[in-house]
């Protein structure tokens, strides 16, 4: 996806959470699999990750940090891999977990970086997979077409994704946060309560 300033966006909810990790537990069950360390790259799949190694009862949960879009749906060039694991991953059936694969780069990335690690078997979930992806996770909650791309503000980011927005929606430092709310609204599909723009307009 190409630079957006105003991408159309849309919450995320901790039921909606849940229900795709429910969801995505349920199908490495029944294929009869279970990892023994669940990889999240951080920062999308740190939550994720958690809740996957909750459902599937796995004890060890590793870190792996991967930067692509830096800045709320801008995208920094390539995926990078910034931090790399520290152990080895010898014999092991490892899942690499994220939130969403949208160019796919991140998670192709850490898939093959796990392998490299030396794991036996490398499986990969998403929360959701936008299916211009070039890369396709074995599990996901939901596909997304292209054409309904979305920014989704999922919980875990979105003051930071608030704060963001709001900033660029503001057209000066004197704009009221009434106005910016509308604005949110209006250009990127943000429905928030008032007390939340004055929240990410306050300097942190
Ligand atoms: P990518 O390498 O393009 O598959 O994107 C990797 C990371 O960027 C994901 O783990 C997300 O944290 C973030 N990201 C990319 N696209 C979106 C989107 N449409 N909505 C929310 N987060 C996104």
Redesign the pocket.
Known sequence: MAHVDFPPCRLVSWPEIDRWSDLIAEKVRSASWNPQVIVG?TR??WVPSRMLADRLGTKHLAALRAQ??GVTAT?SGS?ELTEELATRLDQKRVLVV??????????QLAVRHVADRGALEVRSATYLH?SH?TYMPTYFAEEVARDA????VFPWNYWEDLRTLAGKVRASDGMPAKEVQRELKARCLLDVPLSHVERALAPL
């Open positions: 790259l999308g799949g692509h879009w995208p995926a994220d939130d969403i694969t949208d160019t796919g780069q991140s998670l936008i992806s791309w979305r920014w989704f």
